[in-house]
Each structure stands twice: as structure tokens, then as C-alpha cells.
């Protein structure tokens, strides 16, 4: 979720809040970071990466899913067919623009097969349903037309708030996401991962700072009865903004011992991510022999590049939160800048989309319904457009 989205929801909480009392939730000891490759959740292999830490486990991904993609190409008598990648960004409600991006796309009819699907945060929950194609549009687009505030958060009294672990109860969200996160799409997933394809989740480990990729495909196929689970954990916690929503504990053993990693919205490091510029795409294509026509990558900014101005008042409070605004925007804008040189180093195409200076309805609050269709119907238009996209960062010059 964006800072500015944040904030009116922040605000919104606030002014629900009643006082009663609540105890502090208590929690198994984290993961020491001496022990995090060790740590596999439901000793799943490669169920997760860690950006700076799993570049030669990156890497073996990347072969093992070539390697699938060309047996299930050849088994299915199709040539060798162009690499498509997409990323989209976290951005709460926001995300609309993304989904009506998406369907409009598959109205204009040229809308790829994408190779790889990363999500963050709101990003996290358009991702599946990118991933398996335009016949999921219109679960995408319910989504974002007929969610309200009451579907995903409660507000919690003042107390409570104080001595909890956050503002809100994400119940209502956890329960819309195990709805369509149900056994057919995981088998979906898991299909596709058998083909080559790869859906990626990041989120943030907040016992340790750093970014956990979250390799669902290998989940959803890995068969285990808690897998499914482990996927609505991930995607909850992709989009849990750390102090609004609460952060999701998972489990963790080591050895005989049992910890509990603390997971929070992948946003609180990378707003967007395709893959780590540790991880170099362009050798590789070399190291595989692929001399196939040039990658392509798509990614979608559910934001703006531009925090809206405001006459801030001179209080702490308002002070702070358009601060945080500031920043979290221009390093929105840094996430595109490092995916351009990453692709650039690599020879992979970029297109970038984000809510342009047309869009002009006014922002009312958190998950406001007409705010949101509409922010869908222009995400729409410029999807069926098709000529929206760019292919460099704002400003950007040779």
C-alpha cells in the first residue's frame, strides 16, 4: 500500500477507535540469521529465496524452468515461443488501475502468456490471477468494484490498538483471499510450474530487514495438505502494511526447534520488483544457449509518479505522514529505475504503465467503491488503447 493511502486509512482508524483493554500477543523467537538457509517453511524446496543472499538458487530456478518450458513446448509441438515478464506494484486500492489495465489488455486481444508474474502487496493479490490469464479477469476485477473498507478490515478499539500488533483486523482480507485462493487455483499454479512458469511473492522478514521471494508455483506443487494455507499466509502478508494491518507469523522449525518468522508487506523494501540485479538474466540466456527474439517486461505502477500537492498544515502528524508520502513515492520511482538498468544490462525490453495526470476523480478514502470502478474503467481504457506504455523511466536519458 502507497504512504498516501496509508495515512487516510490511519485516519480513518483513528477516528473509530474506542477504548477498551486488550493483552500484548506473544510469539515464538524469530529465526536467528545464522540459521535463515536452513529455515524451509513446510520443508518445501525452493518455496522461498532470499534476494541478497540466493543468487545460485535463483539462478537453478531459472534453468530448471527452461528446461520444463521446452518439454512442455515440445510435448505440445509449439516452437520455442518469446519471453514475457510482469511486475506489479503494490499501491492498496489503487491496484483497480492495474486489473482494468489487465482486462483491457485481453479486450485488445494481444495480451501475452507472461513467463514470470511478480506481485507486492496489492500487487501480491492481482498476481494469480494475472498469472493464470484473462479467464480470471472478472474474479480480478470483483475485487476491486465491489470491495469495501468492511472487507477488509476491522477497525480495533484504542487500547487495543496500542497493545496489539496493529489498527486492524485483517480477518475480513485473510477470508477474502482463502475464497479465491481456493484448491482449483492451486492446482492451476501448480500446473503451469510444471510447465516452466513462475509466480513470484515478496514480502518483507521483519526479524531480519530483508526481502523473501516467495516462489508460489513450487508451493501450490509441492502436494503438502498446508500448502494452500502457506499461499494465503504469503499473499496476507505481502499486503499487511506493518502498524495498520497485523503482521502473519509463520511457523518455522530448525532442527527440532520450533520459531516464528514475522512477515510484513513486501513494500517496506521494494515497492516493485522482476527479479534481483544480482541475478543476471543475460548470461544466463548464454550459459542455456537460448537465442531466442528479445525478453520482454511489462511492468504496472498501481500509483502515480507524483505525490498530489498539499498545503500540509503546520502539525507533527500531518507533517510526518506526507513526509513518509514523499518518500515512499520517489522510492517507488527508484524501483523503476533499478528494474530499467537490471533489463537494460540484460537486453530485455521495458514497458512501464502507471495512473497518468488523466485520471482526475477524487480520492475520498480507503476501498471507496465509485473511487475504485472508475479507477478500473480508466485502467481499462488504456489497457484496450494499448498505447500507454514506456519504455524508460520518468526523466530518464541516454
Keep these: 500500500m502507497s504512504a498516501s493511502r496509508a495515512a487516510a486509512l490511519v485516519c480513518l482508524l483513528a477516528?473509530?477507535?474506542?477504548?477498551?483493554?486488550?493483552?500484548?500477543?506473544?510469539?515464538?523467537?524469530?529465526?536467528?540469521?545464522?540459521?535463515?538457509?536452513?529455515?524451509?517453511?513446510l520443508d518445501i524446496p525452493d518455496a522461498r529465496f532470499y534476494a541478497d543472499a540466493d543468487v545460485d538458487r535463483i539462478s537453478m530456478l531459472a534453468t530448471q524452468a527452461y528446461h520444463r518450458t521446452k518439454a512442455a513446448e515440445q510435448s505440445a509441438g509449439i516452437k520455442h515461443q518469446q519471453r514475457y515478464f510482469l511486475a506489479i506494484s503494490g499501491g492498496g486500492d489503487d491496484g483497480a488501475y492495474g486489473a482494468g489495465l489487465l482486462a483491457g489488455w485481453s479486450a485488445r486481444g494481444d495480451r501475452p502468456q507472461f513467463a514470470v508474474v511478480t506481485g507486492v502487496s496489492t500487487?501480491?493479490?492481482s498476481a494469480p490471477f494475472a498469472f493464470l490469464g484473462p479467464e480470471y479477469d472478472e474474479q480480478l476485477k470483483s475485487i476491486y468494484t465491489e470491495t469495501g473498507p468492511d472487507?477488509?478490515?476491522?477497525?480495533?478499539?484504542?487500547?487495543?490498538?496500542?497493545?496489539?500488533?496493529?489498527?486492524?483486523?485483517?480477518?475480513?482480507?485473510?477470508n477474502k483471499i482463502a475464497g479465491f485462493v481456493d484448491a482449483d487455483m492451486v492446482q492451476r499454479i501448480a500446473e503451469e510450474y510444471g510447465k516452466g512458469r513462475i509466480l513470484l511473492i515478496l514480502t518483507t522478514n521483519l526479524d531480519q530487514g530483508r526481502s523473501v521471494i516467495w516462489n508460489i508455483g513450487a508451493i501450490a506443487a509441492s502436494g503438502h495438505p498446508r500448502a494452500r494455507e502457506l499461499i494465503?499466509?504469503?499473499?496476507?502478508?505481502?499486503?499487511?502494511?506493518?502498524?495498520?494491518?497485523?503482521?502473519v507469523m509463520i511457523g518455522i522449525t530448525v532442527?527440532?526447534?520450533?520459531y516464528q518468522e514475522m512477515h510484513v508487506d513486501g513494500g517496506a523494501v521494494s515497492q516493485v520488483?522482476?527479479?534481483?540485479?544480482?541475478?543476471?538474466?543475460?548470461?544466463?540466456?548464454?550459459?542455456l544457449h537460448v537465442k531466442d527474439a528479445k525478453p520482454v517486461a511489462y511492468i504496472i505502477r498501481n500509483g502515480r509518479l507524483r505525490r498530489p500537492e498539499e498545503d500540509v498544515e503546520r502539525k507533527t502528524l500531518k507533517i510526518a505522514q506526507q513526509a513518509i508520502s514523499t518518500m515512499t513515492t520517489s522510492n517507488g520511482v527508484n524501483d523503476l529505475y533499478r528494474m530499467y538498468l537490471t533489463t537494460q544490462r540484460d537486453?530485455?525490453?521495458?514497458?512501464?504503465?502507471?495512473i497518468d495526470e488523466g485520471f482526475h476523480v477524487p480520492y475520498k478514502g480507503p476501498?471507496?467503491?465509485?473511487?475504485?470502478?472508475?479507477?478500473?474503467?480508466?485502467?481499462?481504457r488504456m489497457g484496450i488503447a494499448g498505447n500507454e506504455w514506456h519504455n524508460a523511466p520518468p526523466g530518464y536519458q541516454e
Design 15 to 41: 477516528g473509530m477507535l474506542m477504548l477498551s483493554g486488550c493483552a500484548t500477543p506473544e510469539r515464538l523467537p524469530a529465526v536467528p540469521l545464522s540459521l535463515a538457509s536452513e529455515a524451509v517453511p
Design 123 to 125: 500487487g501480491a493479490l
Design 151 to 174: 472487507d477488509v478490515f476491522q477497525p480495533r478499539s484504542l487500547m487495543a490498538a496500542v497493545a496489539n500488533d496493529a489498527m486492524a483486523d485483517a480477518t475480513p482480507l485473510r
Design 232 to 247: 494465503v499466509d504469503v499473499l496476507l502478508a505481502s499486503a499487511a502494511l506493518p502498524g495498520i494491518f497485523p503482521p
Design 255 to 258: 532442527n527440532g526447534k520450533h
Design 273 to 287: 520488483f522482476l527479479y534481483p540485479p544480482t541475478f543476471n538474466l543475460k548470461k544466463k540466456m548464454k550459459e
Design 347 to 354: 537486453g530485455v525490453a521495458f514497458n512501464m504503465a502507471y
Design 367 to 380: 476501498f471507496d467503491k465509485a473511487y475504485m470502478n472508475a479507477l478500473y474503467q480508466h485502467g481499462y
